[in-house]
């Protein structure tokens, strides 16, 4: 069996490989190849990283970079539970730890200028199984829900290029955006965003 590399090393490798200088596309691409390899190596996830929130999935804060270049959390889903249609305005990796994930991702077909709304069309739904690893890379990987759409909890680790403290939702019947702020489930009291990082 591989020696496990963990949760740790995946966070060493990533200070080590991106600064403030390093595009997000090399972003993309490093913290892909090493969210695959935490995954394939072996990854224990502590208690403290599986708080789950009744009635829906689960935000935990597993790292903070200290220099606000990236932050590592652990998403619990429930059985059928599914995200808003949402974006993050942020480049991101999502690693499957445990079960399945459903990943349909999004285009917007308006032009931006109606305040408050935004025409959006499905792209491509893709099964992400245990151990595989997708992406957001805006502007042209953005728009995207997940779901878990199988009987069994289900686990993955998100890597963002900020601290995302809210993001878009978008509702593909009426065409309405708005927006919606995030709170950590094992950081019950914590507000996050940037003035989290100085």
């Not at 069996?1 to 995946?10: L, Q």
């Not at 200088?21 to 990854?43: F, I, M, N, Y």
């Not at 974006?87 to 991702?105: K, L, Q």
């Not at 709304?117 to 890379?137: C, D, F, T």
Request: charged share 25%.
């Amino acid at each position: 069996m591989a020696a496990a590399y963990g949760i740790e090393g995946y966070c060493r490798d990533l200070t080590r490989l991106i600064d403030h200088d390093t595009p997000p596309e090399k972003c993309v691409e490093v913290a892909r190849e090493r969210c695959a390899s935490v995954l394939k190596r072996g990854l224990e996830l502590r208690d403290e990283f599986r708080v789950v929130v009744p009635g829906q999935y689960s935000r935990n804060l597993v790292y903070r970079d200290p220099r606000g270049l990236f932050v590592i959390l652990a998403l619990l889903w429930k059985p059928e539970t599914a995200s808003a249609i949402h974006d993050h305005a942020s480049w991101g990796v999502m690693g499957t730890f445990e079960s399945t994930i459903e990943c349909t991702n999004y285009d917007r077909v308006d032009d931006g200028t109606t305040p408050g709304m935004a025409q959006i069309r499905e792209r491509e739904v893709i099964p992400s199984g245990e151990g595989n690893v997708e992406v957001v890379l805006p502007p042209g990987i953005d728009i995207h829900r997940m779901r878990n759409p199988t009987d069994r909890q289900a686990v993955t680790i998100h890597t963002y290029g900020r601290e995302v403290e809210a993001c878009n939702v978008y509702d593909p019947v009426t065409g309405r955006m708005g927006s919606v702020s995030l709170r950590y489930a094992n950081r019950p009291g914590e507000i996050p965003g940037p003035s989290r990082l100085s």
